[in-house]
């Protein structure tokens, strides 16, 4: 029988193989530059950051622990403010004893005149006093189905702020709606923007407020700063969004509610233990024993715990 020898290895496979060697070092090397660059800008990203990603001339001053929360996380809280503002009967109670000590029935408006040194009011003034509180009065009156003082302070204190639009009007008074916080968002164009497009160099001073849709997250609307009321809570002046009042005890509440949940669920085993007794005796003498311990009073007419 003849011995079978290999085929030998044609020149253009051996190329083949030493040009997928090659590639295959060439991507090696090509990753692990990736992975130091990212590392690198991982290191740079802990120095002081702008307070904006168009900074101008506004950097940010103090550590990293200051920094506010990020969208997700105060839209996150602002979801759970609102479920236990709501379910929770503590919660409930804190935000209705705000609602009524500090914007209950009594709160209102009026103008004065400011003063300067020894200036004396003259009549004129009184008139436009006058008629800046009776304007005021109208605009409530027209628009007490859509605004209150109550419902303003109960959505900047469980949502962190209010938005409060105006619609223009020939006539006095205009119409004014509230705008849930959710609607004012970042569009694809300006991600970072937070729904509030302020001047470059200055974040206090906001141009206009973006609406977007809330299932798509497109743009709808520009609504110009003079045509809405922006109400923030739990926030510094150079911060866009408000905080709501609820963030520091989130937890506490919810650990509290899962602790009464447990504590009734323990109440609830407790009381259905069954107890077991061994009788000495007839069968007849055990069964008479247990007819007694049903009925709830022992062999000598006391009254004992119920078998079952």
Same mark, same amino acid.
């Given at each position: 029988?003849?011995?079978?020898?290999?085929?030998?290895?044609?020149?253009?496979?051996?190329?083949?193989?030493?040009?997928?060697?090659?590639?295959?070092?060439?991507?090696?090397?090509?990753?692990?530059?990736?992975?130091?660059?990212?590392?690198?800008?991982?290191?740079?990203?802990?120095?002081? *950051?702008?307070?904006?990603?168009?900074?101008?001339?506004?950097?940010?001053?103090?550590?990293?622990?200051?920094?506010?929360?990020?969208?997700?996380?105060?839209?996150?809280?602002?979801?759970?403010?609102?479920?236990?503002?709501?379910?929770?009967?503590?919660?409930?109670?804190?935000?209705?004893?705000?609602?009524?000590?500090?914007?209950?029935?009594?709160?209102?408006?009026?103008?004065?005149?400011?003063?300067?040194?020894?200036?004396?009011?003259?009549?004129?003034?009184?008139?436009?006093?006058?008629?800046?509180?009776?304007?005021?009065?109208?605009?409530?009156?027209?628009? *007490?189905?859509?605004?209150?003082?109550?419902?303003?302070?109960?959505?900047?204190?469980?949502?962190?702020?209010?938005?409060?639009?105006?619609?223009?009007?020939?006539?006095?008074?205009?119409?004014?709606?509230?705008?849930?916080?959710?609607?004012?968002?970042?569009?694809?164009?300006?991600?970072?923007?937070?729904?509030?497009?302020?001047?470059?160099?200055?974040?206090?001073?906001?141009?206009?407020? %973006?609406?977007?849709?809330?299932?798509?997250?497109?743009?709808?609307?520009?609504?110009?700063?003079?045509?809405?009321?922006?109400?923030?809570?739990?926030?510094?002046?150079? *911060?866009?969004?408000?905080?709501?009042?609820?963030?520091?005890?989130?937890?506490? %509440?919810?650990?509290?509610?899962?602790?009464?949940?447990?504590?009734?669920?323990?109440?609830?085993? *407790?009381?259905?233990?069954?107890?077991?007794?061994?009788?000495?005796?007839?069968?007849?003498?055990?069964?008479?024993?247990?007819?007694?311990?049903?009925?709830?009073?022992?062999?000598?007419?006391?009254?004992?715990?119920?078998?079952?």
């Amino acid at each position: 029988m003849k011995p079978r020898f290999a085929p030998p290895i044609r020149p253009f496979l051996m190329l083949n193989y030493l040009r997928d060697k090659l590639s295959t070092v060439s991507l090696k090397a090509r990753y692990e530059r990736l992975i130091h660059e990212r590392l690198l800008n991982l290191t740079e990203s802990t120095s002081p *950051q702008s307070v904006e990603d168009d900074p101008g001339r506004w950097q940010l001053a103090g550590d990293a622990g200051s920094l506010p929360l990020g969208d997700m996380e105060r839209m996150d809280a602002r979801s759970r403010a609102r479920h236990l503002a709501t379910h929770n009967p503590h919660a409930r109670n804190m935000l209705r004893l705000l609602e009524a000590y500090v914007a209950g029935p009594g709160l209102k408006l009026t103008h004065r005149e400011r003063r300067r040194g020894d200036d004396r009011p003259n009549l004129d003034q009184t008139r436009l006093i006058a008629r800046a509180d009776l304007l005021w009065q109208d605009f409530l009156t027209v628009n *007490q189905t859509h605004y209150s003082y109550r419902e303003h302070a109960r959505r900047a204190w469980r949502d962190g702020e209010c938005f409060v639009r105006k619609f223009e009007s020939s006539a006095w008074p205009p119409a004014v709606r509230f705008v849930d916080p959710e609607r004012v968002a970042a569009d694809p164009s300006d991600p970072e923007s937070g729904g509030i497009v302020t001047e470059p160099h200055d974040v206090e001073s906001p141009l206009a407020y %973006l609406l977007v849709d809330r299932q798509t997250g497109r743009l709808l609307e520009d609504v110009p700063a003079a045509e809405m009321l922006h109400t923030r809570v739990g926030a510094d002046s150079n *911060q866009k969004r408000g905080i709501t009042i609820f963030a520091p005890v989130l937890d506490v %509440l919810d650990c509290y509610e899962q602790w009464m949940k447990t504590e009734l669920l323990a109440r609830k085993l *407790q009381s259905s233990i069954v107890l077991w007794r061994k009788v000495q005796g007839s069968p007849q003498q055990a069964t008479s024993l247990a007819d007694a311990a049903a009925s709830g009073a022992g062999l000598s007419g006391d009254r004992r715990e119920r078998l079952k």
